[in-house]
């Protein structure tokens, strides 16, 4: 987000850490996802 950092072009903004234990994936979907639903405080 170049407006929140000053760089020129896409930035991630924060950190990317290691946690505490090895990522864990989710099992793959049987068909892909039709559709996305957002919810919450815009």
């Keep these: 987000m170049p407006s929140c950092t000053g760089a020129t072009g896409a930035r991630v903004l ?9 990522l864990r994936l989710p099992e793959p979907l ?5 559709g996305l639903r957002l919810t919450g405080a815009f």
Excluded at 14 to 22: C, Q, R
Excluded at 30 to 34: D, E, F, G, L
């Design 14 to 22: 924060g950190a990317i850490v290691p946690g505490a234990t090895a």
């Design 30 to 34: 049987a068909t892909a996802p039709t």
